[in-house]
């Protein structure tokens, strides 16, 4: 009924860590990469190693998790890295610098509108950029290592509710399977001579020829919902505490990896507050480097 991401057992660094250590080290990098006025490129390039490591040592095939990142790149390149380079909106006021060194202006002959793009802003969208993929290396290679069986227990071990346990337990797995009844149908429309590659007109006219494939989607997710609820309540879910068939237990090697996120953490908030460490500006060896 409800499938699962591509995960498969590997004999990886990051998949012997225990689950928790690796929400734990992921939250510490996100709360440390959302701190208030850090925009430090000085942060970001640290923290992007780190997140790019662990990606790294996860060992994903390149065939497992293509897609994953042609979307995840197209998101954070052409919405948070051109709305960065052409607003320069979401950020701190210094990446609007009315000096910065202007490398491309386009305005509406007679008025002050149009597109300006300086040295500033792209400064940062870069740092934008680097500061999300920071954040997302580390939560995608999640669903393709960690073994699916385990998101509740680990939920539920770092004290989390029977509640919130399973309602993350089947968030992580409603992607996937809404992908699963997806394919099903497709293939199945196919089988009937619906040309679903070759959808022409206007944007209205391919909305109403996509019905075939929508309606019979979310009827299904709608169903399998409900099928997942009377499982649970024909369990009793929720009537007194579950006991839970995993057990999960820390490894030195998790506790070294537990103590470095803290530091990371703790780390950007002394360099930040303690040091006044952190705030946005635009490098010399940068400028000097897009003016020649």
Same mark, same amino acid.
């Given at each position: $009924?409800?499938?699962?991401?591509?995960?498969?057992?590997?004999?990886?660094?990051?998949?012997?860590?225990?689950?928790?250590?690796?929400?734990?080290?992921? @939250?510490?990098?996100?709360?440390?990469? =959302?701190?208030?006025?850090?925009?430090?490129?000085?942060? $970001?390039?640290? @923290?992007?190693?780190?997140?790019?490591?662990?990606?790294? @040592?996860?060992?994903?095939?390149?065939?497992?998790?293509?897609? =994953?990142?042609?979307?995840?790149?197209? @998101?954070?390149?052409?919405?948070?890295?051109?709305?960065?380079?052409?607003?320069?909106?979401? *950020?701190?006021?210094?990446?609007?610098?009315?000096?910065?060194?202007?490398?491309?202006?386009?305005?509406?002959?007679?008025?002050?509108? *149009?597109?300006?793009?300086?040295?500033?802003?792209?400064?940062?969208?870069?740092?934008?950029?680097?500061?999300?993929?920071?954040?997302?290396?580390?939560? %995608?290679?999640?669903?393709?290592?960690?073994?699916?069986?385990?998101?509740?227990?680990? +939920?539920?071990?770092?004290?989390?509710?029977?509640?919130?346990?399973?309602?993350?337990?089947?968030?992580?797995?409603?992607?996937?399977? +809404?992908?699963?009844?997806? =394919?099903?149908?497709?293939?199945?429309?196919?089988?009937?001579?619906?040309?679903?590659?070759?959808?022409?007109?206007?944007?209205?006219?391919?909305?109403?020829?996509?019905?075939?494939?929508?309606?019979?989607?979310?009827?299904?997710?709608?169903?399998?919902?409900?099928?997942? %609820?009377?499982? $649970?309540?024909?369990?009793? +879910?929720?009537?007194?505490?579950?006991?839970?068939?995993?057990?999960?237990?820390?490894?030195?090697?998790?506790?070294?990896?537990? *103590?470095?996120?803290?530091?990371? !953490?703790?780390? /950007? /908030?002394?360099?930040?507050?303690?040091?006044?460490?952190?705030? !946005?500006?635009?490098?010399? #060896?940068?400028?000097? #480097?897009?003016?020649?």
């Amino acid at each position: $009924m409800l499938v699962t991401w591509k995960y498969r057992p590997r004999d990886t660094f990051i998949q012997r860590l225990d689950p928790r250590t690796r929400f734990i080290v992921l @939250l510490c990098t996100i709360f440390a990469l =959302t701190i208030p006025e850090i925009w430090d490129y000085r942060f $970001m390039i640290p @923290l992007f190693l780190f997140s790019l490591t662990q990606f790294v @040592l996860a060992r994903i095939e390149w065939k497992e998790m293509r897609r =994953t990142l042609f979307f995840v790149f197209i @998101l954070v390149f052409f919405i948070i890295g051109l709305n960065g380079l052409l607003s320069g909106r979401g *950020g701190p006021s210094a990446a609007l610098d009315p000096n910065s060194p202007i490398i491309y202006q386009a305005l509406i002959p007679g008025t002050v509108w *149009g597109i300006t793009i300086t040295i500033s802003k792209l400064w940062f969208a870069m740092t934008q950029v680097l500061r999300i993929l920071a954040m997302a290396l580390p939560a %995608i290679a999640i669903p393709y290592t960690l073994d699916p069986n385990i998101y509740g227990t680990a +939920f539920k071990r770092m004290g989390a509710s029977d509640k919130v346990s399973f309602t993350m337990d089947l968030a992580l797995r409603f992607l996937p399977t +809404f992908s699963r009844d997806l =394919t099903i149908t497709v293939d199945a429309q196919r089988a009937r001579g619906y040309e679903v590659e070759k959808l022409k007109g206007g944007f209205v006219e391919k909305i109403r020829k996509l019905a075939p494939l929508i309606i019979p989607v979310t009827m299904q997710s709608t169903v399998t919902g409900e099928e997942v %609820i009377d499982a $649970m309540d024909l369990r009793a +879910f929720d009537t007194a505490p579950r006991t839970w068939l995993k057990e999960l237990h820390y490894a030195p090697r998790d506790y070294f990896m537990i *103590g470095l996120g803290v530091v990371i !953490f703790l780390a /950007c /908030c002394i360099l930040k507050w303690g040091f006044g460490i952190g705030g !946005f500006f635009v490098p010399d #060896f940068f400028t000097k #480097f897009i003016l020649g």
